[in-house]
């Protein structure tokens, strides 16, 4: 039995016990919701869980698009229970991407079972340190990073340049495994203060060179790990919207199983491109959101 095989054995674990504990949940506390919400609102977040986590997929993550959703389309999202219904619902899409993934892409399992360890166990050892830094210096050295990995990524794809070599590996060894190990602690504790860990996980390992593909299991199963536990406080506080979960937990599941068929048939050029487009996209975000809380402060 390999590591892989019972790195998916555990993820299926906690994608049904998190399942028969929200269920549970819904039953005792949820009937009404459950039964009494219009069709409309039913068709709303199927819809926004399917597109959101088809974009998670890609690597662009699902929580902002899925609250932009929301308002755009009115669906009766309270803010209250945002939060709860944002971990809870797409912890079943991101565990099930981690699982599809580990099943279809090659990747040595060796450094993929460490690095997930190594981001899980960033999250909870590093939340007692991470969450007292100021966000914005992360933000803008994560910017710099991500923007010069794109830079990188373009002349991969393109064929030009120093960086004209595609990595190749499944697997990191030595030196280069313990870094990105170390770096993925630090992407996992990140976590903790709203840093998604996908595209820094993805440009560090590509940086090492780790073929493109192997990247996303890696990443996948490293926050697959870390969200049916921190979903467990939402569900035991009923903090949630259940329409909101149910959207993401069954759209949710379709979309991911349809940009796994997307990724996994993309020719490496278009892959290459899309996932740098996916980091500048990132960059962006994370310069929008630091120049947000600079005014916040000054007002």
């Known amino acids: 039995m390999n590591l892989a095989f019972i790195m998916q054995a555990v993820l299926a674990i906690g994608f049904l016990v998190t399942a028969l504990n ?12 459950l039964y009494g919400a219009p069709a409309s609102k039913w068709v709303k977040c199927l819809g926004i ?6 974009m998670d997929t890609l ?16 669906a009766d999202i309270d803010d209250l229970n945002l939060p709860g219904t944002l971990n809870v619902g797409d912890t079943f899409p991101v565990v099930f991407e981690a699982i599809v993934f580990i099943a279809s892409v090659e990747c040595d399992p060796v450094f ?9 166990l960033g999250s909870y050892a590093g939340a007692f340190v991470v969450t007292k830094w100021d966000r914005n210096p992360i933000r803008y ?11 990188v990524l373009i002349m991969k794809a393109f064929g030009f340049g120093p960086f004209a070599l595609v990595g190749t590996e499944i697997g990191l060894k030595g030196g280069k495994l313990i870094a990105a190990v170390i770096a993925n602690f630090v992407f996992g504790a990140l976590m903790d203060i709203g840093f998604g860990l996908y595209a820094p996980c993805m440009a560090f390992c590509v940086l090492l060179g780790v073929d493109l593909g192997a990247c996303f299991p890696v990443f ?12 467990l406080v939402f569900v035991k506080k009923s903090r949630y919207d259940v ?16 940009a796994w068929k997307v990724v996994t048939s993309m020719p490496v050029k ?8 996916v980091m500048v996209w990132t960059c962006y975000m994370m310069l929008r959101d630091a120049a947000k809380e600079k005014a916040a402060k000054k007002a």
């Open 22 to 33: 929200v269920s549970n949940d819904i039953l005792k506390n949820h009937k009404g919701e």
């Open 270 to 277: 278009i892959l290459t491109i899309v996932v740098a487009v």
């Open 243 to 258: 329409i909101g979960v149910m959207g993401n937990m069954v759209g949710g599941c379709f979309g991911v199983l349809f």
């Open 59 to 74: 690597g662009i993550g699902s929580f902002a698009p899925t609250t932009f959703l929301y308002k755009a389309t009115g």
């Open 220 to 231: 996948m199963g490293s926050c697959a790990l870390l969200m049916p536990i921190n979903s």
């Open 49 to 54: 869980g399917a597109l959101c986590n088809f």
């Open 141 to 151: 050295a994560m910017s710099l990073f991500l923007g010069l990995t794109a830079v």
């Open 112 to 120: 993929l079972v460490l690095m997930c360890v190594s981001a899980m």
